[in-house]
Structure formats: C-alpha cells, structure tokens
C-alpha cells in the first residue's frame, strides 16, 4: 500500500497567519495519463470530511482561495494564506493513484 | 447536488455480519463510483472499498475478504455488508461518492460488542 507521512500533526495558527500542511508518499502519484491524485480533506469538529483540493491544485466547489495545493511526485503542500475560525479541524491527504486508497494520519489544526 | 445518508444498526454482537445503506439523492447510483470510509474513535480514516453499477469494485486487502459493497439501482443505494465484527471494527462509517471520496455523507457510528 501506498503510505502517506503528513507533517507536522499539528498546527496552531493565529487568525490572518499563513499555515502549510506537508503530505509526503512513498511512492509517486503520477498516473501513466499524465494526472497525479493526491487530494486534501478537511474534517471541522463532528462533521465527515469535505473535499478542499483534487489531483494536488485544483479546488473544489466552493472552496476558497486562500486554500492552495502543489507539489509533484511524491511531495506536496497544502498552503492556507491567511487562516480563519472556521479553518479550525483536521486535514487530511488521501493518495488515489492506486487501490487501496490510503490517507495520511492527518494534522490538526488550531486558532492561536 | 450529491446528497447521501447512511443507514442501520448502531450496534452489532460480535462475530456477526455489519450490515449498512446509503441512500442517494441528487444522482443516480448507475452513473458513478460509491465507496465507504470508516473513521475508528479518535483514529484517522481508512478506506474500505468501493464499487460502481458495473460491478467493478475494488476493496481493501486489509479487510482480509470480510467485505461486499453493491449497487440497487431500483432504490438508488448501495449498501456495504461486512463478517465477523470484533471489537476492532468499532467505528464511524461513511458512505462517499466516488472511488476517490468526492462528495460524504453525515457517518454513522457502529459499535460491536458482546
């Protein structure tokens, strides 16, 4: 199975401060048709997770744009610009390249 | 928009069988790939499995063969059957739009016990 390592576990952010969310696999998530499925979740307190970015940069419906994803291969970052309350959960990478799709431990994130 | 919602027991006896449903509305279950996540308490998430109307499913081998995922397409759902609970299976269990979740349902929180 593909293994997702997420740095760090936690974060505690002031509100309006950046903060940035590292999701490394062990293996690439380059497809042979050129994509690379790497995704992010957030999952706020008592609520199933919701989709923020998909194939590492693209955003959701309705997600900000103060959510942000790159990276290629093997290693990629979730970038927050400027964090809100609402912000407030735990993130998840999740790898679709291969079956079985595998999540990362997921980082938690809190208000300053 | 995908809505979905799972439903059955919130309790399960050891050694016995897991049954659940997710009911879908907004898209029909022929069109796309349906999958289900479970969360254990505390824990982070893993990936059960997932299927299509097709019948191309795909499941966890951590799950050691312990899973079905299927499609009724007359009540637009689909549903995961899951043998031999133990204590271990105690979770939240979501049901997710495509094999890669998309859009998730609310969870439902099954505990197995003696």
């Known amino acids: 199975d593909i293994v997702l390592t997420q740095t760090p576990l936690s974060l505690s952010v002031s509100p309006g401060q950046p903060a940035s969310i590292s999701c490394k696999s062990s293996q690439s998530l380059l497809h042979s048709d050129g994509k690379t499925f790497l995704y992010w979740y957030l999952q706020r307190p008592a609520q199933s997770p919701q989709l923020l970015i998909y194939?590492?940069?693209s955003r959701f419906s309705g997600v900000p744009d103060r959510f942000s994803g790159s990276g290629s291969g093997t290693d990629f970052t979730l970038k927050i610009s400027r964090v809100e309350a609402e912000d407030v959960g735990v993130y998840y990478c999740l790898q679709g390249a291969e079956f079985p799709r595998t999540f990362g431990q997921g980082t938690k994130v809190e208000i300053k | 928009q995908v809505q979905l919602q799972e439903s059955g027991p919130g309790l399960v006896k050891i050694s016995e069988t897991l049954a659940l449903t997710c009911t879908v509305s907004g898209a029909s279950v022929s069109g796309y790939y349906w999958s289900w996540i479970r969360q254990s308490p505390g824990k982070g998430l893993q990936w059960i499995g997932s299927?299509?109307?097709?019948?191309?499913?795909n499941y966890n081998p951590s799950l050691k063969g312990r899973v079905t995922i299927s499609v009724d397409t007359s009540k637009n759902q689909f549903s995961l059957r899951m043998n031999s609970m133990t204590a271990a299976d105690t979770a939240v269990y979501f049901c997710?739009?495509?094999?890669?979740?998309?859009?998730w349902g609310q969870g439902t929180l099954v505990t197995v016990s003696s």
């Open positions: 299927t299509n109307y097709g019948g191309n499913t």
């Open positions: 194939e590492v940069s």
């Open positions: 997710a739009r495509g094999a890669t979740p998309f859009s």
